[in-house]
């Protein structure tokens, strides 16, 4: 048997854009229609076989409510990965989002993996946020772009191979 590797992933983004969703869905492929509000923060873990190697994400699922900024830098200090979520029907979520990115390149590690996920891709018609913009923003940024939706299982498993596949693994 392979050993995983194990790696340190936290998930940061406004209330309610469906981070805990995200990992639900990643890590139990389930999903509720009104998940409570984290608080503080949630640990899980999944593995993910990457080619040969075998990952073993250790998940910091923050919560995203302003009262519990402050606990943030705890959670993504040391994190080789970032996943960065906003609400496709949210833009405020989208500034939210963009603000986090800043605060994770002036704070986290330098080699930190970043993906942006714009979540709910579900709810088409309510969008505010066009994936051109947020994918222009995140070549600009050298961040991972992908729209998702836990409701649907779309580009969820998808999310986190991507990130595994630009991980520095030796
Ligand atoms: P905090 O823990 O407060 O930071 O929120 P969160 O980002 O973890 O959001 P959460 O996963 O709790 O989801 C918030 C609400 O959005 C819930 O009612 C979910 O059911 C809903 N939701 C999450 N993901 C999706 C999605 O992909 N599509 C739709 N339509 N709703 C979603
Ligand atoms: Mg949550």
Redesign the pocket.
Known sequence: MLKPIQIKLV?L?????????????FVNND?????????GAAFLTQKCKVQDKIIKFEIW?????ER?HSLAPMYYRNAQAAIV?Y?ITNSDSFDRAKSWVKELQRQATNEIVVALAG?????HDSRQVESEVASSYSSEKGLLFLE?????N?NVNHLFKEIAKKLPLE
């Open positions: 998930l983004g406004e209330a309610a854009v469906g981070k805990s969703s995200l990992v639900l869905r999903y509720q229609e009104n998940k409570e509000p984290t608080i699922d923050t919560a995203g409510q519990f979520v609400d979540n709910k891709c579900d709810l998702t939706s836990a409701k649907e779309e």
